[in-house]
């Protein structure tokens, strides 16, 4: 089927309309018709290829809410008419150690990555979710309950379960004491999830005008890490530490800040490499950590916790003909905290 789509053909020129052909509904195969598509800021970083070789043309997305419109006979999850959702993979080899533990996103063969990608037969190109339909192997596909807005479900996706994942690895809970570094589109879904949690949550940010959002997200402290006085009072202070910066900065000042044994989890990519000092780990078997999203049983429980808890992501939904704007925006941090697109617009 043709699906109406945004599309980017090269790393220097914009998202223009686009017609995708999407696969016919196999057996086990779920056809969504969009509601909602998030706009992450890897979408941007692939579609520039700054990440590395990207593949044109590219419809970004993997942050993917709608209705089913159809599903194959082997389909026992959905029916037409359910909420659901797709995040950043949509399919693995299923057959490989981490795949059989359930770790989809560290599959041996590589998964199937929503766009910018292949299919697993590695020959098919992967298209996201810029479009008004989409067709994924049931496994890939996730339950939205009917409770979360959609557009403010459709960052949970991706924002959600990658600042749930280390959450929950880490074993945060009532009475931790858990920083977050950075109040972007990441950050300001772990100072909602991690206070959901029970814990008390510091804000470790750069802009003091982030400190009443912050307040009202989850976090009991603000701290402005440009003030170096806050590194000296905040030292040995925190449990678990969850780093979103994408920008560089200096890992070794915020390992200062745990306590013996605790962790901090690097989930933002800045664009060089950060040294980082063996005396940093040592002191008190501080440990450094890194947490890629999650896998797909974390992307259904993330969704079923902010239901409970009746919260989803702070969005802006825009029209699909205002994305290049939206990007231009988001580059300049000029974003409360996911722009969304209504995909009724494309």
Wanted: aromatic content about 8%; some cysteine.
């Amino acid at each position: 089927m043709r699906a109406r789509a945004y599309a980017t053909t090269a790393a220097d020129q914009p998202l223009a309309p686009f017609t995708v052909e999407r696969r016919e509904v196999g057996p086990a195969d779920v056809l969504i018709e969009l509601i909602a598509s998030g706009i992450c800021h890897s979408d941007l970083h692939q579609a520039r290829s700054e990440w590395g070789p990207a593949k044109y043309p590219m419809v970004p997305g993997h942050e993917i809410v709608g209705r089913v419109a159809a599903v194959g006979a082997q389909v026992t999850r959905f029916k037409v008419g359910d909420l659901a959702g797709v995040g950043c993979m949509v399919d693995s080899c299923r057959a490989c150690r981490p795949c059989a533990q359930g770790d989809e996103q560290f599959c041996e063969q590589t998964p199937a990555w929503t766009y910018n990608g292949t299919e697993m037969d590695r020959k098919t190109p992967t298209f996201g979710g810029y479009s008004t339909h989409v067709v994924v192997t049931e496994h890939f596909v996730v339950k939205v309950p009917e409770g979360l807005d959609p557009f403010a479900a459709a960052p949970v996706l991706c924002a959600g379960v990658t600042t749930f994942s280390p959450l929950r690895e880490w074993g945060c809970k009532q009475g931790d004491q858990v920083a977050v570094v950075g109040l972007g589109g990441l950050g300001h879904m772990a100072v909602k999830l991690a206070a959901a949690m029970g814990a008390e949550v510091t804000l470790l940010s750069t802009s003091p005008g982030k400190q009443a959002d912050a307040t009202r997200l989850g976090a009991a402290n603000f701290e402005l890490s440009t003030d170096r006085t806050t590194f000296k009072k905040l030292a040995r202070r925190f449990d678990l530490i969850i780093d979103t910066v994408s920008a560089a900065h200096d890992y070794n000042a915020y390992l200062n800040l745990l306590r013996p044994r605790g962790a901090m989890v690097v989930v933002g990519v800045p664009p060089t490499p950060s040294p980082v000092s063996a005396f940093s780990l040592i002191a008190g078997n501080r440990r450094l950590a890194g947490s890629s999203i999650g896998n797909m049983r974390q992307t259904q429980e993330v969704l079923d916790f902010c239901a409970q808890h009746r919260f989803g992501a702070d969005v802006e939904v825009i029209k699909a003909a205002d994305v290049n704007d939206a990007w231009e925006r988001m580059v300049k941090n000029d974003v409360k905290y996911r722009f969304v697109i209504d995909a009724k617009t494309f």
